[in-house]
């Protein structure tokens, strides 16, 4: 099979968690089949992690100040390299690639996959659409894709809803999982941030409405009541960084807080290894590949019930699961981390043990060749 897969960057410069599935899934694809990514040249590392077979192909198009012109210049650039290669699929994720996809269908019958990683909607941290250029590409891929992959059951419910799609079209697969070869540094953020001996509470990823940071910070304020040895550690950037640290301050949680901004891709597991407890208090989050990397290092996990990773773990064994926009339970659950270490050492490890057992990059590739596979008219060797 000679599939092109619709990239936007690579995990040493992720912005998100649809470039570490990019990397990983065609990583894993390539090496059984042909499989080339593209990229913006823009979006280029300076230094290019491994991925077996993939043949890369950095798209030079022009980055401009409007997102959306952006994404088609981006998308122009990959019709003029590839308009008369032949592929089985193009694959698309979001809707950064689907007028690329779209036209190379029409051009050349290349059948294309959609995957769904988020929703406009959903970042913006909203239950509804609304009409936009954004809502306007989503709508076209939905609509106009031969299939639809998306990450979690919560995702192709909501897809199903909203967009009014038949379900059979829609797929869900999970994201993968890695087993670090070897445990991050349990102590970095102490020797970094020089926390002390204080717990260490974490959030990583972006500072955006869909994320619920507000509500770990208000969560933060209930906790210190009761456990003052603790310091709450926020890893990332966004649009709200700064409106972030001004509701800090107006908490009144001084240096019990720490924004440690954006950190590179190798101090990722160290931050991680380094957290006595990890929260994701997202309003949405489709899967959610952060609350897997902390499984990673057996760290104990409070997710909302927005999370797609945690869709079928137990609560209570495998995590703890708390509801969303609730600072109250998300304290709650912390505390109830904190003071019972054999608990919290119980669900870090039975954590650990699901991911493992359950999401692999090579169980997540299978279920996608099972999708092209599913394709009408379409006869694929795999």
């Not at 990229?39 to 022009?62: A, T, Y």
């Not at 639809?148 to 829609?170: G, N, R």
């Not at 509470?201 to 500072?207: K, N, P, S």
């Not at 006595?276 to 290092?297: R, Y």
Request: proline share 3%; with cysteine; glycine share 6%.
């Amino acid at each position: 099979m000679k599939l092109l897969m619709i990239g936007w960057g690579l995990p040493q410069n992720t912005s998100g968690g649809m470039d570490t599935y990019c990397r990983n899934i065609c990583a894993e694809m390539s090496k059984e089949h042909e499989v080339y990514l593209t990229i913006p040249k823009f979006n280029l590392p300076d230094e290019i992690e491994d991925m077996g077979n993939v043949c890369l192909v950095p798209i030079d198009s022009e980055k401009k100040k409007d997102m959306v012109e952006t994404v088609l210049e981006y998308n122009k650039k990959i019709v003029e390299a590839f308009s008369e290669e032949v592929f089985d699929i193009v694959h698309v994720n979001d809707w950064l690639g689907v007028m690329a996809a779209n036209r190379l269908k029409e051009c050349v019958k290349t059948p294309f996959v959609f995957t769904i990683h988020s929703l406009e909607y959903m970042r913006r941290g909203t239950d509804r659409r609304e009409k936009c250029d954004l809502d306007f590409l989503e709508h076209m891929g939905i609509r106009n894709s031969d299939a639809i992959i998306t990450v979690s059951k919560l995702m192709k419910k909501e897809i199903a809803e909203k967009f009014d799609v038949k379900p059979e079209k829609i797929h869900a697969v999970h994201n993968g999982f890695l087993v670090p070869e070897t445990p991050g540094d349990s102590g970095y953020i102490r020797k970094k941030h020089k926390t002390g001996n204080d717990r260490i509470v974490l959030y990583i990823g972006r500072l955006q409405k869909q994320k619920g940071v507000e509500y770990f910070i208000k969560a933060a304020g209930e906790i210190l009541k009761e456990r003052q040895d603790t310091t709450f550690v926020i890893a990332g950037f966004g649009i709200f960084e700064k409106s972030l640290k001004k509701f800090s301050d107006m908490m009144k949680l001084g240096n019990k807080t720490v924004f440690a901004g954006k950190i590179a891709n190798e101090e990722l597991l160290p931050y991680y290894a380094s957290a006595d407890v990890f929260v994701s208090p997202s309003l949405w989050e489709p899967f959610g590949l952060t609350i897997t990397e902390a499984m990673s290092q057996k760290v104990p996990v409070v997710a909302t019930d927005m999370a797609g990773a945690v869709e079928y773990m137990e609560d209570g064994k495998d995590v703890i699961r708390v509801k969303a926009r609730s600072s109250d339970a998300i304290a709650s659950a912390v505390i109830k981390l904190l003071n019972d270490e054999k608990l919290a050492k119980e669900i870090g490890n039975k954590g650990f043990e699901y991911c493992k057992k359950n999401f692999s990059w090579k169980k997540c590739a299978e279920k996608t060749l099972e999708v092209y596979k599913s394709i009408q008219g379409l006869n694929l060797n795999l």
